[in-house]
């Protein structure tokens, strides 16, 4: 499994407990998959950041909300499954290759990201550009 996509699509859909739990080992897990530029890292890195400021997955999950109307809710979680098939390649091309299907989805999700000043913009840049 390639865990990169895995946590991408873990943090774009609606958090949970398990979520939260994955945050503080996330990074190694993509760091030493090696996928993302050292600038995609950082970027990654603060919204991992982002995410842990929350003292409860209460708050994190009401800012999802305010983020995402319940269209873009479906969207996302949708992007989020997809994400995960994604992550079930057997090599990178494969990955590329399946990621572009998802790429509309993505790319709409941006778009409201932006328009709604969203901290999630950044995540699904990384999406966009992976």
Known sequence: MLQT??????????????????????????VGEGLLSDESLETLNEFVEYAASFATLDEWTADYLQ????????SAHSLALHLDYVAQAA?????????????E??????????????????????????
Request: proline share 5%; aromatic share 6%.
């Open 105 to 130: 989805t993505a790319q709409r999700l941006r778009d409201h990201c932006a328009t709604a000043e969203c901290p999630y913009a950044p995540l699904l840049d990384l999406v966009l550009h992976a």
């Open 5 to 30: 996509y895995h946590h991408l699509a873990t943090l774009i859909d609606l958090p949970t407990e398990t979520t939260r739990a994955a945050l503080p080992t996330l990074m190694d897990d993509v």
């Open 67 to 74: 983020c995402f109307d319940h269209t873009a809710i479906g």
């Open 91 to 103: 090599d990178i091309e494969t990955a590329h290759q399946r990621l572009t299907l998802g790429y």
